[in-house]
Every structure is written in structure tokens, then in C-alpha cells.
Nanobody, 121 residues
Framework: QVQLVESGGGLVQAGGSLRLSCAAS????????MGWYRQAPGKQRELVAS???????NYADSVKGRFTISRDNAKNTVYLQMNSLKPEDTAVYYC???????????????WGQGTLVTVSS
């Protein structure tokens, strides 16, 4: 079984920065894409940023130029550096990864438990 554990959320003032981390653990053979999603109260979960195992990145238009996703493949960890935070960035942030436990299994989608980011105005 593969688990994702997020950390780094909290309360920050508008214009501030936070860095989220997500570490995968358990029986892992390989991980392909990793990403961050967020869900604000009353809204649907949305993609914030994603990164392939090769390092190619994709960002939501709302965070381009402010957020940076990166990963350490040796540590099975993905990061989200969030700068110039705005109140509308307030949400629960979820880590997501495609992981497989053995070479003969397919990739399964795994989710973290979420970490709350609150940006005050």
C-alpha cells in the first residue's frame, strides 16, 4: 500500500509564502505524475500544479508565476512553493500521485489527507 503525507500548511497573510511537502511511503516500485489539487469551501477540487517523473510541469492559470512545483524522485517527495499568496488561495490542498507497487502492476491513483492553507487579507 502507498501513502501520501502532506505537511506545510497553515495561516499566512496575503503576500506571504508557504511551502507544502508531500512524501510517499509504503511499498513503492515507481511513481509517475505527482500533483497538487485544492478545494475551497463550496467549490470543486481543482488542479493547482502537476509534474511528471521527468520534471515537466503544468500549472493552473490562477497560480502561474506565483507557485512552483518540484520533486525529489530519490525521496518520492513533491513540493509546492507558494509565493504572493492571495485570500482566494485559501483551500485544503491535496497531494496526488500515480504509483505502482511492483513492476507488473499498473499505476494506482493515490491521494493524501489534505493540508489546510488559509490566507488572511
Amino acid at each position: 500500500q502507498v501513502q501520501l503525507v502532506e505537511s506545510g500548511g497553515g495561516l499566512v497573510q496575503a503576500g506571504g509564502s508557504l511551502r507544502l511537502s508531500c512524501a510517499a511511503s509504503g511499498s513503492i516500485f515507481s511513481i509517475n505524475d505527482m500533483g497538487w489539487y485544492r478545494q475551497a469551501p463550496g467549490k470543486q477540487r481543482e488542479l493547482v500544479a502537476s509534474i511528471t517523473s521527468g520534471g515537466s510541469t503544468n500549472y493552473a492559470d490562477s497560480v502561474k508565476g506565483r507557485f512552483t512545483i518540484s520533486r525529489d524522485n530519490a525521496k518520492n517527495t513533491v513540493y509546492l512553493q507558494m509565493n504572493s499568496l492571495k485570500p482566494e488561495d485559501t483551500a485544503v490542498y491535496y497531494c496526488n500521485a500515480g504509483a505502482r507497487r511492483t513492476w507488473y502492476e499498473g499505476y494506482l491513483e493515490v491521494w493524501g489527507q489534505g493540508t489546510l492553507v488559509t490566507v488572511s487579507s
